[in-house]
């Protein structure tokens, strides 16, 4: 294997791995502070990307463009989603877990039907900075570079907010310790729907971007949100840093394995890893919280 | 009361066993589909509902067990049955290193950790030399409508007999014991591994079996339509709906899900989706246990004492 | 008292349910009634996209046969479900027009794997039904009787984009496509086909449906050197391979699709990018087949778009069933049936003719188009071609 050919991949795994981490963010989002998963998370995405698609074959709005909108659009339907659905659950933790992950897959169900009447069944994307730049031998696709570059700026963004922001640190008492915060005089249920709020509004940008990228239709939510998930898990709940270096992980597993091995493995790869990791360290690689 | 169970199941498998030979092929094939989405809820139920540990993954089972009388039918000439009923020991072998694997994961780990697990085996079919990849298998062509409809109906029957079993015996106690929460169960002495991977391989014989059924009846299989998350989505919603954990839950929600699609997907092929999901959450905030237990509060009283004894 | 309630409601709703079922529905009067044509489309899941003009294709061959009075002077009617692309609600869906809605023809649902399933229902009942979707071979070698294919077979798909290859000298050839049951029909056969050809395979690969990266499989391609690529593929893949292809920078000489690019979103979606794409189509709107001026231009003052190779394939299956019904001058399914396998007629897609024994489609050509400047053109074979093919496909720089 020669030099070239390795740089090629490295880059191309870097810049699936930013993906990858523009994706999985806002998962980390929610759950790092409620500890619900959103299976709908990859449907947000999805309806996103599709609103993009549409604004720029009608409206010539570019995804760049659309992004704050997109952001606004998708913690306004976040926070609705958390307010309608999230208000009783049982008391119990285990029954909590339970409610929680099935709700929020039936308003994955929900999201697509939505999507599907609006936008029909139809395959959309956004063509806009499809070239790639050429760096000597290296090719690096624009897209992807924006997607590399928004995944960074927002993990740094979210890792502010949670630091230096009071209530950043609000929401980071809650998800440690919510009896504690709750002590504390910390609004349990207005810290969830700021996470749910700021989780959807993270993920509606990424689908802003991937429209760029990928042509979905409304059933394709269910991909990002396994694929969003599994970089979670390996990268380790509550940590962005994490998340960051788990989708670079899994993004350079996908190119080398699609590569040597077939796009077959590449593409079962992030499915494969995070089942592995999570056996052995159950925490992922950078996580806090429990498993 | 538990008399009373038994007696109005055997009712049931027994209209179930009588009406379908009477009927036109469309009826047949009705009874098909209902009776084996019931069937397959009920395997759902054992391993989500009983031990808490909600998998998005059993299709995995059912596609291993198509596979079985696919292969063994077109490639070994062995009789179906027989296939049948080794895609069911299959699934249950294949469930014990997956169970003592996967169950370490927990909550949404788990449940997604299985979805991949399913995507995986897909994937592996399509590319595996032996498996016809994705061009699937061809089984001989034929009515089979009734011999696979009363074999899914003999696995219904096994399935519920199941339930019944882990619904009132000591394990089915510690079982729930687990779900509710599996630390203290395990310092009461509860042995919570080989207990949730019993139930596992039990859910996962449900499948394996039913799987089998399923590829005679439509004399094809391909990985995307035995791996399919659409069967493995709708079966969990209809435990969703029926009653997450009771007995009666999954006949309840399937057969109530079958009318509602039926009759709304008639009418709107798009939007029925959307209702779909609305009354999943309506459900679920509104009756957190599904519809049984709503209607049934003394068994909602039972079932909650026992989770909260442990 | 909650358990008695409980369990004398079930017994009574499944009463209900078992009577709803088992109680036949009414006869009609012999003469007067319509003449119903029965069907399930794919209008959700996984096929709702590739099955979108399967309705209106068989929508207007009725409405335009009824506008001539019908069949035998009887009205014609479609009764159709929506199978949500699932193989056993097609087969109860399809039990259900012909046993409960009482349709006096049937014809075929979308795709081998539905196909396959409801081929047995047909079989069963001894009515034929023309595949008008289904162009892989397999379905159609089983031994069954009442099935024929009404598209023009998989095998010859890529041999228009094959013949321009060699013509230009083009001999390395990449092969890829959609990890999926028609691409691998066709994939399974492109060795032997480019190898007659005298064309040399240096990378062969199949990717998964809904793959979240093409950029490994495009260096590959880039590492093989190929001249040529032929990836048979839908719309997505499609899209997301050639922006692979140009992020990339890899052009190589020949660039063909398979099907994404039969859409006309292509040429949205990939803008200036499309130019030089090949693909293969079953039909043209310039096809010079009978009556397909009037049905191209009927179609998209109708239905406000412009017709695909779906709905005229699917028009072309009940303009071979409305012959058969002519032919034996009566609702007869076996004549109906004979006339099917033996008959050799033109539609708008061609040269309607079946192998009698199987089924098989063998009088269906397939055409090659390519994308000239933001539209589609036939460029093969050469008798209905309406532009010469353009290449080799031009760099990315040089759009």
């Known amino acids: 294997m020669h030099l070239e050919l390795a740089a090629q991949l490295t880059i191309d795994g870097l810049l699936l791995g930013g993906v990858f981490a523009l994706a999985a963010l806002g998962l980390n989002v929610i759950f790092g502070v409620t500890r619900i998963v959103n299976l709908a998370h990859g449907e947000i995405i999805v309806l996103a990307a599709l609103c993009a698609s549409v604004a720029f074959q009608q409206r010539g709005i570019t995804p760049i463009a659309m992004l704050p909108f997109a952001f606004v659009g998708g913690a306004v339907l976040g926070a609705i989603l958390e307010r309608i659905v999230f208000q009783r659950l049982p008391s119990d933790p285990a029954g909590a877990e339970t409610t929680s992950l099935l709700l929020t897959f039936g308003v994955a169900y929900f999201i697509v039907g939505f999507s599907l009447a609006v936008f029909t069944g139809d395959f959309r994307s956004t063509p806009y900075l499809t070239s790639g730049l050429q760096l000597g031998p290296i090719s690096i696709g624009e897209s992807r570079l924006v997607a590399f570059v928004a995944a960074i700026a927002i993990a740094g963004a979210l890792a502010v907010l949670l630091r230096a922001t009071p209530i950043g640190r609000a929401l980071r008492a809650a998800s440690q310790n919510l009896e504690g915060a709750r002590a504390c005089g910390i609004d349990i249920g207005r810290m969830r729907t700021i996470s749910f709020a700021l ?75 995070f089942i592995a990791v999570l056996l052995f360290r159950p925490n992922g690689i950078l996580g806090k919280g429990a498993a | 009361m538990s008399d009373r169970r038994i007696a109005i199941s055997l009712v049931v498998l027994l209209v179930c066993a009588i009406v379908p030979p009477l009927g036109s092929g469309y009826v047949q094939s ?69 169970g003592y694997l996967m169950l370490r994961l927990r909550g949404a780990f788990f449940a997604l ?48 007999g199941l339930t019944l079993w882990v619904d009132r015996s000591a394990f089915g106690l510690r079982l729930r014991a687990l779900r509710a929460d599996e630390r203290a169960a395990g310092t009461l002495g509860v042995d919570v591994t080989r207990f949730k991977v019993i139930a596992f391989v039990l859910s996962a014989i449900v499948p394996g079996l039913l799987g089998g059924g399923y590829a005679w009846y439509l004399t094809y299989v391909d990985p995307a339509s035995m791996f399919s998350t659409r069967i493995e989505l709708q079966t969990v919603a209809m435990v969703i709906l029926g009653g997450i954990g009771t007995y009666w839950g999954p006949l309840v929600g399937g057969a109530l899900m079958s009318q509602v699609s039926e009759s709304l997907g008639a009418r709107f092929p798009q939007g029925h989706l959307m209702i779909f999901g609305g009354l999943i959450v309506a459900v679920l905030i509104a009756l957190p246990r599904g519809i049984v237990p709503a209607i049934s509060p003394a068994r909602a009283r039972r079932a909650a004492r026992t989770a909260a004894a442990a | 008292m909650s358990h008695t309630f409980f369990s004398r409601a079930l017994a009574a709703a499944l009463a209900c349910a078992t009577l709803g079922l088992v109680v036949p529905g009414r006869t009609f009067a012999a003469d007067q009634s319509p003449i119903v044509i029965g069907a399930t489309i794919s209008q959700t ?123 230009n000298g083009y001999k390395r050839v990449a092969i890829t496509g959609e ?36 950029s490994a499989v495009v260096a590959k391609i880039k590492e093989s050197n190929a001249d040529a690529l032929l990836s048979i593929s839908y719309f997505p893949d499609a899209i997301g391979m050639l922006r692979a292809l140009k992020q990339a920078n890899v052009a190589p000489k020949l660039v063909y699709f398979a099907v994404g690019p039969t859409e006309l979103n292509f040429g949205k979606e990939a803008g200036k990018d499309a130019d030089g794409v090949l693909a293969t189509t079953n039909w043209s709107a310039n096809l010079k087949t009978p009556n397909n001026a009037e049905f191209a231009s009927d179609f998209s003052t109708t239905y406000g778009t412009p017709a695909d190779y779906h709905a005229a394939a699917n028009y072309a299956s009940l303009e071979v069933l409305g012959a058969a019904i002519l032919h034996a001058k009566a609702l007869d399914q076996e004549k109906v049936r004979d006339f099917m396998a033996n008959t050799k007629m033109r539609t708008v897609l061609g040269n309607y003719e079946v192998d009698p024994a199987t089924g098989l489609q063998l009088g269906y050509t397939s055409l090659t188009l390519q994308w ?10 050469a008798a209905m071609a309406e532009r010469k093919a353009i290449v080799p496909f031009a760099d990315w720089s040089k759009r």
């Open chain 3, 372 to 381: 000239q400047g933001g539209k589609q053109y036939i460029v093969a074979p």
């Open chain 2, 113 to 160: 950790g299985m979805l991949g697990l399913a995507q995986t085996t897909r994937i592996a079919t399509e590319t595996a030399p032996f498996t016809g990849g994705s061009s699937g298998v061809y089984l001989p062509p034929g009515s089979n409508t009734l011999p696979a409809y009363y074999w899914t109906l003999a696995v219904l029957a096994l399935a519920m």
């Open chain 3, 45 to 167: 899941g996984s096929y709702a996209v590739d099955a979108k003009y399967a309705l209106e294709g068989y929508q207007l061959w009725i409405k335009e046969q009824n506008a001539k009075g019908g069949l035998l002077g009887r009205k014609i009617e479609l009764k159709t479900y929506d199978d949500a692309s699932d193989p056993a609600t097609a087969v109860s869906l399809y039990e259900r027009l012909i046993d409960q809605d009482h349709v006096d023809f049937i014809v075929g649902p979308y795709s081998s794997a539905i196909t396959a399933a409801v081929a047995n229902v047909a079989e069963k009942h001894k009515m034929p039904m023309i595949s008008p979707e289904v162009s892989a071979a397999a379905p159609f070698s089983r031994g069954l009787h009442y099935i024929f294919m009404g598209i023009s077979q998989s095998t010859h798909y890529v041999e228009g984009a094959i013949a321009i290859a060699k013509a």
């Open chain 2, 30 to 98: 009705v009874f098909y589909i209902a009776v084996l989405y019931v069937a397959l809820s009920y395997g759902w139920n054992l391993i989500a509902g009983y031990a808490g540990y909600l998998s998005f993954g059993q299709v995995t089972f059912f596609g291993i067990g198509a596979y079985a009388v696919a292969l063994g039918v077109t490639r070994l000439h062995l009789p179906w049955l027989l296939c049948a009923f080794a895609g069911g020991a299959i699934a249950a072998i294949l469930a014990i290193p997956l």
């Open chain 3, 179 to 214: 990890d999926s049951a028609f691409p691998r029909s066709i994939a399974g056969a492109l060795p032997d086909i480019t190898k007659a050809a005298g064309l040399e395979v240096v990378y062969s690969e199949l990717y998964p449906h809904n793959a979240s990266d093409y």
């Open chain 1, 199 to 273: 989780g959807s509004g993270v993920a509606a940008a990424a689908g802003s971007l991937f429209s760029m990228i990928y042509a979905v239709n409304p059933d394709s939510g269910s991909q990002f949100t396994l694929l969003s998930f599994s970089v979670v898990a390996l990268g380790g709940l509550g940590s962005y840093a994490g998340t960051l270096l788990g989708a670079a992980i899994l993004g350079l597993a996908v190119s080398f394995a699609g590569f040597f091995g077939s796009a077959q493995l590449g593409q079962v790869m992030p499915y494969v890893i």
